[in-house]
């Protein structure tokens, strides 16, 4: 009998391409949302289940008698919604996955990242969210035998997904030969992980009863820095030298507490994850290097023109940081 798959998502970057893998791969595949995804559509095997998730009746009622040997949770961000999770799946599903995030961890101060390496992210609301997420389902692992599988995943991408802040702000400024700001000195380590290597690994750990209560990293193999990041993206829209300024990631900050939150809280470190456990059932490596998802990222936008937005206020921040921040040119005296 095949493995009756439920995932709590099923249209967005990551969970898409799991869903139209699973349905390829002969799983009896469900998804459950609120059924407004315009972008990716469902492949026709599959059965849609319209609800709210923030609604337990809603959910309740979408869900009737269904039971699930596998329920994969792509919307949960909150401690609260874990448990409402929780209260709702308990007797109905054999093992319930939680996708969460490798923003979870402090600084790493040790590479790659294992998955017991220290957490708390003292910069990322969103990392300490989860972090949170992940603390209520292992207790409800340990005191009531909830079935949880953790799974972190990094920065996953398909084509409608652009590496940088702002959109299509740094393309746009990279095509028009204008300064593009990088932050800190572009040397930090990233991990780049496409969409459909991730559905690839992300297969092998449903319905195996050794991942239950375990956490896995689930990411690419291949670590850039930004400096080389920002290089490939011109490659691939036509642009030979992108004019790279950095400034500090403290001064972005400092000018955008958004923006720099997620910087560092994440992006401005290196980042680099140990795949080793989750490669026990799932060996075959990441296949799509950076290079190949970069044309397909600027084949769609510049395809779908209408999607492909930028930033003003980010582009006039952009162009002060990087006014504050250039270099200065040695005077002639000192050359």
């Not at 999770?85 to 109905?92: P, Y």
């Not at 300064?179 to 449903?206: C, N």
């Not at 195996?208 to 689930?218: A, F, M, P």
């Not at 075959?284 to 999607?307: K, M, N, Q, T, Y």
């Amino acid at each position: 009998m095949p493995l009756k798959l439920l995932l709590v998502g099923g249209t967005g970057v990551i969970s898409a391409a799991c869903t139209a893998l699973a349905a390829a791969n002969g799983f009896d595949v469900y998804v459950l949302n609120r059924g407004r995804s315009t972008q990716r559509t469902l492949p026709e095997r599959v059965h849609t289940l319209s609800a709210d998730v923030r609604d337990p009746d809603s959910m309740r009622a979408a869900l009737g008698n269904e039971e699930f040997d596998v329920v994969v949770d792509f919307l949960s961000f909150t401690p609260e919604h874990v448990r409402a999770a929780v209260d709702l799946l308990e007797g109905r599903a054999r093992q319930y996955v939680f996708i969460s995030t490798a923003a979870v961890y402090r600084r790493p101060s040790r590479l790659p990242l294992v998955e017991s390496a220290p957490l708390g992210n003292a910069h990322s609301a969103y990392g300490r969210a989860k972090t949170e997420c992940e603390r209520v389902l292992r207790q409800a692992h340990h005191e009531r035998g909830f079935p949880v599988t953790v799974v972190r995943p990094s920065h996953t991408y398909d084509a409608t997904s652009m590496p940088f802040d702002g959109g299509c702000t740094a393309l746009h400024r990279m095509r028009h030969g204008q300064e593009v700001l990088v932050h800190g000195d572009g040397t930090s380590l990233w991990t780049l992980t496409h969409t459909e290597d991730f559905a690839h690994a992300f297969l092998g750990l449903l319905g195996d009863t050794r991942t239950i209560g375990e956490t896995y990293h689930l990411t690419g193999d291949e670590a850039l820095t930004w400096n080389e990041i920002y290089q490939v993206m011109a490659e691939a829209a036509g642009v030979d030298e992108p004019r790279l300024v950095h400034v500090p990631s403290a001064a972005i900050a400092a000018a955008d507490p958004r923006w720099g939150e997620e910087l560092l809280g994440d992006k401005a470190h290196c980042l680099v994850f140990d795949n080793t456990k989750a490669r026990r059932f799932s060996p075959e490596r990441a296949r799509i290097p950076f290079s190949s998802g970069a044309r397909e990222i600027v084949r769609w936008h510049d395809a779908h023109p209408e999607l492909c937005r930028t930033d003003e206020r980010l582009g006039r921040l952009m162009d002060e940081l990087i006014d504050r921040h250039r270099p200065v040119p040695p005077a002639a005296s000192d050359r």
